[in-house]
């Protein structure tokens, strides 16, 4: 799995932006066979990273983290086998370095809210929303 994450950039408050995470290399869909349970994460400096997005397996249960339900969305092409984060009515404290990850599951219901459930890692992209 490789992971390459896009899309980060300046903004004003109330902007949208659209991240997205292509797993490149590969001639076959690992997102449409259901066994990678991927997510969106945000990192503050000094901090840990937050899940702030993530989708089961199999696409039919997302969770979102209270500081962003309602505002971003999360989806996947699994033809593509890129990831997206649908950014809307950013705010100042959206401010952060956002990371895609994934992880091979064989429980393709679930979703993971915790960094350390992640095994594979896209470099990060900057998000920075100004007032």
């Known amino acids: 799995v490789q992971l390459q994450a896009c899309g980060g950039g300046l903004v004003q408050a109330g902007d949208s932006l659209r991240l997205s995470c292509a797993d490149s290399?590969?001639?076959?869909?690992?997102?449409?066979?259901?066994?990678?349970?991927t997510g969106w994460l945000r990192q503050d400096p000094g901090k840990e990273r937050v899940v702030v997005a993530a989708m089961s397996g199999n696409g039919l249960t997302t969770y979102y983290s209270d500081s962003v339900k309602g505002r971003f969305t999360i989806s996947r092409d699994n033809a593509k086998n890129t990831m997206y984060l649908q950014m809307n009515r950013l705010k100042p404290e959206d401010t952060a370095v956002y990371y895609c990850a994934a992880v091979r599951t064989r429980l393709p219901w679930t979703v993971r809210q915790s960094q350390h459930e992640y095994h594979y890692w896209g470099l990060g992209t900057q998000v920075t929303v100004s007032r």
């Open positions: 290399g590969r001639t076959s869909t690992p997102y449409a066979e259901g066994w990678y349970a």
